[in-house]
Nanobody
Framework: QVQLVESGGGLVQAGGSLRLSCAASGRTFSNYGMGWFRQAPGKEREFVAAISWSGGSTYYADSVKGRFTISRDNAKNTVYLQMNSLKPEDTAIYYC?????????????????WGQGTQVTVSS
């Protein structure tokens, strides 16, 4: 089992920045690819970003490319999502997820472990 706990969400004005963190415990963190997903009100959960077990490969949704950066610190068992130039349409609950599959997936169904989510609200 892998337990994931997100933090860092909050309310920010458009154009601002936030950094989300996801702390993992349970199994060997460095064995897992990690991802961030989000779910806006009334919409399905969607892929945001993912990072391979080593951190050597990263993947982004087109909607966040150039604005968001995913990174990980395997010594701290933590994955981050730096979000810059935030827009109101980025408002959502953000979820951290872990996958043992390789290569690192970008589809929700291929992630086996999920956090509870953290709310991000971007005001216009």
């Amino acid at each position: 089992q892998v337990q994931l706990v997100e933090s860092g969400g909050g309310l920010v004005q458009a154009g601002g920045s936030l950094r989300l963190s996801c702390a993992a415990s349970g199994r060997t963190f460095s064995n897992y690819g990690m991802g961030w997903f989000r779910q806006a009100p009334g919409k399905e959960r969607e892929f945001v970003a993912a990072i391979s077990w080593s951190g050597g490969s990263t993947y982004y949704a087109d909607s966040v490319k150039g604005r968001f950066t995913i990174s990980r610190d395997n010594a701290k068992n933590t994955v981050y999502l730096q979000m810059n130039s935030l827009k109101p349409e980025d408002t959502a609950i953000y979820y951290c997820a872990a996958s043992i599959r390789r290569p690192t997936p970008t589809t929700e169904s291929r992630f086996g472990y999920w956090g509870q989510g953290t709310q991000v609200t971007v005001s216009s």
